[in-house]
C-alpha cells in the first residue's frame, strides 16, 4: 500500500515506483497499463470503481485513457505519466486534479530522472 501526499517527496517516490513497476511487471510478462500498475500498488483497493475513476481523470490527448492501454516507459514520454500520476494523487486524496501541485511533481520527475530533459520547458525565447 502506497502513501500519497500532495508534496514532491511523495511525487519523487512515485516516479521511481512508477519505472520499478514497469520493470516488476515486464519481468512477469504483463502490460504495462493503468490496471496492472493500480493492481500493483494499491491490491485490493484497485476495484473497478478506483480504476475507472482514475482512467476517465487520466486525459491524454483530450482523451480519457482505457486501463488496458499499454503505456510507454515513463522517461521517454513523462507527460502521459505525469497525467497518470495527478489523477491517482487526485483520486486517493479526493481533490480536484487543479488541485494537485503540478510544480512539485515536475520537480520531482527532474529528480527521479536526472539526465531525461525536465517536463516543463519554457521554449519561448527570453529577450
Known sequence: ????????????????????????????????CIRHILKSWFGTQANDDFIWEVCQRTIIDEEAVCGYDALPPPSLHPRMHR????????????????????????????????????IHVNKKKQN
Open 83 to 118: 497525467e497518470l500520476l495527478r489523477a491517482i494523487v487526485s483520486v486517493c486524496l479526493g481533490i480536484g486534479m487543479r488541485k494537485v501541485n503540478l510544480k512539485a511533481l515536475d520537480k520531482a520527475y527532474s529528480i527521479a530522472f536526472p539526465n531525461s530533459t525536465p
Open 1 to 32: 500500500m502506497i502513501t500519497i501526499k500532495n508534496t514532491q517527496e511523495c511525487f519523487v517516490q512515485l516516479w521511481l515506483q512508477l519505472e520499478r513497476t514497469r520493470r516488476l511487471l515486464a519481468g512477469q510478462y504483463k502490460r504495462f
